[in-house]
């Protein structure tokens, strides 16, 4: 069974930075995509970032510029590093493995002053 666990939410002001990890259990972690989503309260979950096997990776337009997905396949572990946060980055973020449709169950992350 494919388990995900976020964790690195929190509250931070505007311009300031945050790192979201997501480990995962259950399946060959190094052979999968892996994802992040963001769901803003009264919205639906978006994407926002995606990393491959070989470390491509795409974003949300969004974020481009601002937020780095990246992986560590030796402790089955993906990152977001999310730098100059603004107040309409705040939403629950989801890891999220689209071979298996497996999510976490999500952190929640709060730009505000």
């Known amino acids: 069974q494919v388990q995900l666990v976020e964790s690195g939410g929190g509250l931070v002001q505007p311009g300031g930075s945050l790192r979201l990890s997501c480990v995962v259990s259950?399946?060959?972690?190094?052979?999968?995509?892996m994802a992040w989503y963001r769901q803003a309260p009264g919205n639906q979950r978006i994407f926002v970032a995606r990393?491959?096997?070989?470390?491509?990776?795409n974003y949300a337009d969004s974020v481009k510029g601002r937020f780095t997905i990246s992986r560590d396949n030796a402790k089955n572990t993906v990152f977001l590093q999310m730098n100059n946060l603004k107040p309409e980055d705040t939403a629950v973020y989801y890891c999220?493995?689209?071979?298996?449709?497996?999510w976490g169950q999500g952190t929640q992350v709060t730009v505000s002053s």
């Open positions: 990393i491959w096997p070989t470390g491509t990776t």
């Open positions: 999220y493995v689209p071979k298996f449709d497996s």
């Open positions: 259950g399946l060959s972690f190094s052979a999968y995509n």
